[in-house]
């Protein structure tokens, strides 16, 4: 059975870091683009960062150049979200989901349940 599950997500204060993890299982994660996506409250759901089959990296928000960064490891089946310098406004759920195929431009099509991350002091 295919799933994402994420992990990682609790409480931080501004200027904190976190890192979020995505497990797959189900499938290979070699051959597929994984992103990562927010949800704040009252918000609309946005794509944050997304890392290709290759490796190349795919950034969704400009909010959050030079403070996330994406990376896999598809022996583990997990890609990591490093989140630094985190801000209140980074509140969310987050969620990761796998690609249709290894381009972070296809879309996705499977999608893990989310993680909170709460900024607050």
């Known amino acids: 059975q295919l799933q994402l599950v994420e992990s990682g997500g609790g409480l931080v204060q501004p200027g904190g870091s976190l890192r979020l993890s995505c497990a797959a299982s189900?499938?290979?994660?070699?051959?597929?683009?994984i992103g990562w996506f927010r949800q704040a409250p009252g918000k609309e759901r946005e794509g944050v960062l997304c890392i290709g089959s290759s490796g190349g990296s795919t950034n969704y928000a400009d909010s959050v150049k030079g403070r996330f960064t994406i990376s896999r490891v598809n022996a583990k089946n997990t890609v990591y979200l490093q989140m630094n310098s985190l801000k209140p406004e980074d509140t969310a759920v987050y969620y990761c989901?796998?690609?249709?195929?290894?381009?972070?431009?296809?879309?996705?099509?499977?999608w893990g349940k989310g993680t909170l991350v709460t900024v607050s002091s």
């Open positions: 989901a796998r690609g249709h195929g290894g381009n972070c431009l296809g879309g996705m099509n499977y």
């Open positions: 189900g499938f290979t994660l070699d051959y597929y683009a």
